[in-house]
């Protein structure tokens, strides 16, 4: 049974940085692409970064150069850095993970990932 269990976030101050995590259990995290997504008010699920199965990342243009994408295949955690974070970032983010390897051009696609967790609140004022 896959679980995914996000943590960190919170409240943050514009300008600031902040990093979010990702527990994964069930699988090896090192054999499925992972990534994470966000959600505004208002807003569809998009995708902020992804990582597949080498290590090849992937980041959203809206954000690249503020984010950070890394997994950890020993503990079976994935996080997200972000720097310079901004008011309109305020969204709820969700770790994926992917049921097998995907091409690197689709590491930011909803259809890639078949798992979910629960997400976390990131409110930037």
């Known amino acids: 049974h896959v679980q995914l269990v996000e943590s960190g976030g919170g409240s943050v101050q514009a300008g600031g940085s902040t990093g979010i995590s990702c527990a994964a259990s069930?699988?090896?995290?090192?054999?499925?692409?992972m990534g994470w997504f966000r959600q505004a008010p208002g807003k569809g699920r998009e995708g902020v970064a992804g990582?597949?199965?080498?290590?090849?990342?992937k980041y959203a243009s809206a954000m690249k150069g503020r984010v950070t994408i890394s997994k950890n295949n020993q503990m079976n955690t994935l996080d997200l850095e972000i720097r310079n974070i901004q008011v309109e970032d305020t969204a709820r983010c969700y770790c994926?993970?992917?049921?097998?390897?995907?091409?690197?051009?689709?590491?930011?696609?909803?259809?890639?990932?078949?798992?979910w967790g629960h997400g976390t609140q990131v409110t930037v004022s």
């Open positions: 994926a993970s992917s049921a097998r390897e995907a091409s690197d051009s689709y590491l930011l696609h909803r259809d890639t990932f078949r798992y």
């Open positions: 069930g699988y090896t995290a090192r054999s499925n692409c």
């Open positions: 990582i597949s199965t080498d290590g090849t990342v």
